[in-house]
């Protein structure tokens, strides 16, 4: 199970040390959108299909951004009303 406050950084160590895969770190924090969004109302659209085909396509090669704000736009894209 990936913590749910997990660091860029540590996720990316998690990562190398292939304690954690890419598609399990898309998958967790996937899982706390649709856990949390509900109450929280933080998402206007939420492409999981999307993360999740393109985090299979980059398999090995996925490299983590740094900034965890970064991490989330890769994994979901929010959508601004009439756009």
Sequence with gaps: MVPDYLTSAEAARL????????VELVESRLDRIARLDGRLHSFI?????????????????????????????????VRRAGR
């Design 15 to 22: 990562i190398e040390t292939r304690e954690l895969s890419p």
């Design 45 to 77: 659209r939420v492409l999981a299909d999307d993360a999740r085909r393109e985090v299979r396509a980059a398999g090995p090669r996925l490299m983590l951004p740094a900034p965890p704000k970064q991490l989330s736009c890769w994994v979901l894209a």
